[in-house]
């Protein structure tokens, strides 16, 4: 679909529920909440669900606190839009709610989505939150600074502060538009880049101690364990990022780093400098994303899955 085609079908709808992505990141829940407000400004009622919290560091987007855990059973939406999921395995527990919609939205930027929406638009692009902006300037409605902040949160996370080769011409003209809006550039940095709670950095420590190298220190491992987080007092949300100091070595082609999230059950985030298409490997284990950054969820014993990704990444090396 083109953009104009998907934004005259989205505004046929009175009301929407907007759905992000678990463990939801910068680009997810600026999209969500942009896309909102835009929507509010049309007189299109609009609702965004997520199954885990916002991370504190993105609390600062004004309307986060619009987000619901569940879904109300009794309440009828038009139609149902999904920002940022690759596929239905990145929200599974709202998934079930969002496939009985007559009409859902699927936007996303990621090349290994799997379309399972009723209308997907799919693009390449540095973030959803680029779509996103060309689809609120389609709808007619103005930025302002917090549609602004929105947008431009996504596009700095997931182009890891313009330092990603993501990061396009295009990318940077929205990013200039987005300031000249409003969007505080300097302190969308500082929240996600800067400041950080002190477990984090403690568990940083932690993790960065026992990063392993293989094959010549082509690949780097990281592994985060639950010990590591409860004894650190960390959560989850605050290892993001972690995954880009392997790649800081001068040696590594590929990183991924393992976070247990049960017992024998893992999340694996995988980046690759070019010579190695990461999305390749994660499909091989359900998951998928971009070809210089993946992801999987994994199950089995820690070496072994360790193992296998050393043995996929040595094979494409």
């Known amino acids: 679909m083109t953009i104009a085609e ?21 680009d997810t829940v600026g999209s969500a909440t942009a896309l909102r407000l835009a929507l509010l400004k ?54 079930g709610k969002f496939s009985k919609g007559n009409v859902t939205f699927n936007i996303d930027h990621h090349v290994s989505n799997s379309r399972y929406a009723k209308f997907n638009y799919v693009e390449d692009a540095s973030a959803t939150c680029e779509l996103i902006f060309a689809l609120i300037n389609e709808m007619g409605v103005e930025i302002d600074s917090e549609i602004a902040t929105s947008l431009l ?41 800067k400041d950080q709670p002190k477990e984090r950095a403690v568990l940083y420590g932690k993790v960065i101690s026992k990063m392993r190298f293989y094959e010549d220190d082509k690949i780097g491992v990281l592994i985060i364990t ?31 780093s393992l976070l247990e999230t049960g017992k024998n059950r893992y999340k694996i985030s995988l980046r690759s400098k070019g010579r ?16 210089l ?4 969820v994994l199950n089995g014993f820690m070496e072994d899955i360790i193992d296998k990704l050393v043995f996929n990444v040595k094979q494409r090396l």
């Open 276 to 291: 190695v298409n990461v999305n390749e490997i994660a499909s091989i284990y359900g998951g998928g994303g971009h070809v």
């Open 153 to 193: 949160t996504g596009i700095v996370t997931d182009t890891g502060a313009f330092h990603h080769s993501n990061a396009t011409d295009r990318t940077l003209l929205i990013a200039s538009e987005l300031k000249k809006a409003g969007a505080d550039l300097h302190f969308i940095m500082k929240k996600n880049f």
């Open 293 to 296: 950054a993946s992801g999987a």
């Open 226 to 256: 639950r010990d590591d987080i409860l004894s650190s007092g960390a959560l989850d949300s605050m290892t993001e990022g972690f995954i880009d100091y392997p790649m800081s070595v001068e040696s590594v082609e590929v990183a991924f």
């Open 42 to 95: 049309k007189g299109i009622s609009a609702d965004i669900a997520c199954n885990n919290d916002i991370p504190e560091k993105l609390r600062y987007i004004k309307s986060t606190e619009s987000y619901q855990k569940s879904v109300d059973k009794e309440k009828v939406y038009d139609a149902f839009i999904a920002v940022d999921c690759a596929n239905e395995f990145m929200f599974p527990e709202l998934y």
């Open 6 to 26: 998907i934004t005259t079908e989205i505004l046929k709808a009175k009301s929407v529920l907007i759905f992000s992505h678990n463990r939801p990141d910068g």
